[in-house]
């Protein structure tokens, strides 16, 4: 278990699922937000953190590539896996509605889930680092683009909800493997 001196490293800032799932599975841990998945493992690595977090698995798409060999690698020791509920909304800024959006953006596996909505879409999709980076880029942005992120990221970046629960079938979960150095 962690504990209050301890560092968590984490994919992504404000909003993100990886930033829920540190707060829901090691809370007393001080947070590290990362840019990408292998930071992540890097920070854990070489001691900047004492612990990290990496989706590995969602009920909707499947083993997450990128983190598919987490198990493998002799340099960490995977502490537990634990399920976080995942619920995927359409974020844009207020006075854009659906029919001046231009383009969609969120990390590739969230687009993933959400796969049958983006369909009727029928928009380009941008490759974000993660939901919560894609809100933020929302946000910024003078294009009338969206983002697909949960609740707490659309929030944190004072985003307005088009349509809520955009991923594909109910009961999305993303499964986290929180691990150390070996």
């Known amino acids: 278990m962690t504990g209050p ?16 799932a540190r707060e829901r599975f090691v809370p007393d841990a001080t947070p590290l937000p990362c840019h990408n998945f292998a930071e992540v493992r890097q920070a854990v690595i070489d001691g900047r953190a004492a612990v990290g977090l990496l989706p590995v698995r969602n009920s909707a798409i499947g083993t997450i590539a990128e983190n598919a060999d987490l198990a ?5 020791a995977i502490e537990r896996q634990e399920a976080l509920p995942i619920e995927l909304h359409l974020w844009t800024r207020e006075g854009i509605g659906r029919k001046e959006l231009k383009a969609v ?3 590739p596996a969230a687009l993933a889930q959400c796969s049958t909505y983006l369909g009727l879409l029928r928009l380009p999709t941008i490759w974000a680092e ?3 980076e894609a809100a933020a880029e929302v946000a910024r942005s003078a294009d009338p683009i969206a983002a697909i992120a949960g609740e707490r990221a659309g929030r944190a970046t004072g985003l307005i909800m ?3 629960s955009v991923q594909d079938g109910i009961g ?6 929180i691990f150390r150095r070996a």
């Open 5 to 20: 001196a301890e560092v968590a490293a984490f994919l992504g800032g404000p909003g993100s699922f990886s930033e829920e």
């Open 72 to 76: 493998d690698d002799p340099r960490v």
């Open 105 to 107: 953006s969120s990390h």
């Open 130 to 132: 993660s939901t919560g």
């Open 162 to 164: 088009l349509d809520s």
């Open 172 to 177: 999305n979960e993303t499964i986290f493997a």
